[in-house]
Structure formats: C-alpha cells, structure tokens
T-cell receptor, first 109, second 116 residues
Framework: GDSVTQMEGPVTLSEEAFLTINCTYTATGYPSLFWYVQYPGEGLQLLLKATKADDKGSNKGFEATYRKETTSFHLEKGSVQVSDSAVYFCALGDYKLSFGAGTTVTVRA | EAGVAQSPRYKIIEKRQSVAFWCNPISGHATLYWYQQILGQGPKLLIQFQNNGVVDDSQLPKDRFSAERLKGVDSTLKIQPAKLEDSAVYLC??????????????FGPGTRLTVT
C-alpha cells in the first residue's frame, strides 16, 4: 500500500539556519502530498500541499516540491525561527491520508 | 469559522474499562475521520465517514472499537474494553469531501487517552 518514509529526528537548529526534512513516498498512482505541522499543545495543521508532479507547495516560508522522478517531497525553509519549533509530518493520499512518523524540530535562539 | 471540536481533551482509565470520545466537525463538512496517534508515530486512520455512512474502517479493531456518526454531523468513537496498547491521542478530522481539492483535512486538538 501507499506509504511515507520521513527523516528521523530530532533535529536541533539555531535561529536563521536552513532546515531540510526529507520525505520519500511509495504509491500507486499519483496521490496528493502534504506537510502537516503540530505545534506544542496544538492539533495538526496543514502547512502546505502539492497535488501533482512538479507542483511546489509553499506557506510561511516553507517550500516543498512534488518530485515524481525521485518520489520525494522534501520540506525546506531558508531561515528558521524559534516559533518553527514543532513536529512536522509528511503525508500522502487523496481521500485517505498515510502519515510519516514525524520529525521533531527544535530551534534555539 | 469554528474548527473541529473534540472532547474530552484528556482521559485516564483502567484496562478493561470503556471510554467514549466525541467529535463535532466543521459545519458543512461531509467527511469525518478518526485517527489514532501513538506516541512517536504518525496518525493512523481508524475510520472514515461520508455523511453518516462508513467509507473505510479497515484499520478499526472491531472487536473493541466502534464508531458512529448519527445524522451525518457529530461522531462518537468508543473503546470497550480498553487495553494498555490503546494509550494514544485520538484525532478527529473533517473535510468537505467531493473533488480532490476538497479533501484537505482539518484536525481537532485530539483526546489523549491513558490506559493504566
């Protein structure tokens, strides 16, 4: 079945550092791809999405590109802030989502 | 716009007891999901409703878990009897349903269940 493999954490960065979280997927067909974020004490929120190959999703300075040739959807941000500290989940699917295990990111001032 | 509401936020029970969780989706959302998120893992879909019908319950342990969505709005998820391995956060999500662009899911804050 469809599945997502996500970079293991935890990841600790200094403010203004570059962040990359790797995500690769296995799927039949071409499902939509998502990044969700879970801030401390809050529920899951959609961060960005891409619905077809070569689409780039972006939000709050984060970007990810749907790469069919490498079956990847890596999340990047050029300059992180303390407020970006959270757990990030890669997910795929259309009506049914399959999630990765999550990557905990801590940004230090 | 009000988000997905869940209650209770926290619940502690002993094994073999029963427990129920409640979810109120975003108004107008036809599709409702229940996920189980065990500590250190990503959410796993338990059951999906389209209006008041079940679309997918292939991952629901039906010997102890049950769910219903009467009138196609609110939903309850029940565990009876609970086991230690049921300790997790139970997330409810909803989406408009229909076209692919409408499948964006909105999550509630979750119910953290601890079984002792």
């Amino acid at each position: 079945g469809d599945s997502v493999t996500q970079m293991e954490g935890p990841v600790t960065l200094s403010e203004e550092a570059f962040l990359t979280i790797n995500c690769t997927y296995t799927a039949t067909g071409y499902p939509s791809l998502f990044w969700y974020v879970q801030y401390p004490g809050e529920g899951l929120q959609l961060l960005l999405k891409a619905t077809k190959a070569d689409d780039k999703g972006s939000n709050k300075g984060f970007e990810a590109t749907y790469r069919k040739e490498t079956t990847s959807f890596h999340l990047e941000k050029g300059s992180v802030q303390v407020s970006d500290s959270a757990v990030y989940f890669c997910a795929l699917g259309d009506y049914k989502l399959s999630f990765g295990a999550g990557t905990t990111v801590t940004v230090r001032a | 716009e009000a988000g997905v509401a869940q209650s209770p936020r926290y619940k502690i029970i002993e094994k073999r007891q029963s427990v129920a969780f409640w979810c109120n989706p975003i108004s107008g959302h036809a599709t409702l999901y229940w996920y189980q998120q065990i500590l250190g893992q990503g959410p796993k879909l338990l059951i999906q409703f389209q209006n008041n019908g079940v679309v997918d319950d292939s991952q629901l342990p039906k010997d102890r878990f049950s769910a219903e969505r009467l009138k196609g709005v609110d939903s309850t998820l029940k565990i009876q009897p609970a086991k230690l391995e049921d300790s997790a956060v139970y997330l409810c999500a909803s989406s408009l349903g229909g076209a692919v662009s409408s499948y964006e899911q909105y999550f509630g804050p979750g119910t953290r269940l601890t079984v002792t």
